[in-house]
């Protein structure tokens, strides 16, 4: 496998974005749109249709904000994602976490939590790695979540690992 991380994809200025689109696209504090959107507006339909999905399991999640980003967190560093880790670190910070917890989750160590955010750093890891969770990680997140948390945390590890996919695969630099 090649090691060349030239970008294989087309990243448009900010302002080239169709108007249409970017209301809906977040903004950093230098005014300008993630490069990892800026991907996905080369397809528009796609965008469109995966958008909505995605907003619901950052901002409207039935997981707590900590427990989203632990998920997210475990994640990205199961799938060696330097792209949402540079972002999710920062966003886990801003919804409390610790820097020991933010790096536990990146390691998929759930030993430093309790309760359901151990559950959720356990489950993560095992989805991410495995695709599936074994009956005693079942079993507890039962004990912690309701179904719908649960199915959350499903979706919310898949489409970071879709994300992960996408930017190693297109070579979507990291911002900043």
Not at 65 to 77: D, K
Not at 121 to 145: F, I, K, N, P, Y
Request: proline content about 6%; hydrophobic content about 40%; overall charge negative.
């Amino acid at each position: 496998m090649t090691t060349d991380r030239t970008p294989r994809v087309n990243l448009p200025a900010t302002a080239e974005i169709d108007p249409e689109l970017i209301r809906h696209l977040p903004r950093g504090a230098d005014g300008e749109v993630p490069n990892v959107f800026k991907g996905m507006v080369a397809h528009p339909w796609l965008f469109r249709k995966w958008a909505p999905f995605a907003s619901h399991l950052l901002d409207r999640s039935t997981l707590e904000a900590r427990a989203r980003e632990l998920a997210i967190l475990c994640t990205a560093g199961f799938e060696n994602s330097d792209y949402e880790l540079y972002h999710h670190r920062e966003i886990g910070s801003a919804v409390g976490l610790r820097h020991d917890e933010v790096e536990a989750a990146i390691a998929g160590d759930p030993t430093p939590f309790r309760g359901a955010e151990r559950s959720v750093v356990a489950a993560a890891l095992e989805l991410a790695r495995d695709g599936d969770v074994g009956d005693d990680t079942w079993e507890d997140l039962s004990r912690h979540l309701r179904r719908e948390q649960v199915h959350d945390l499903i979706f919310t590890v898949a489409n970071y690992r879709g994300i992960a996919l996408f930017v190693r695969t297109l070579r979507i630099p990291t911002d900043g």
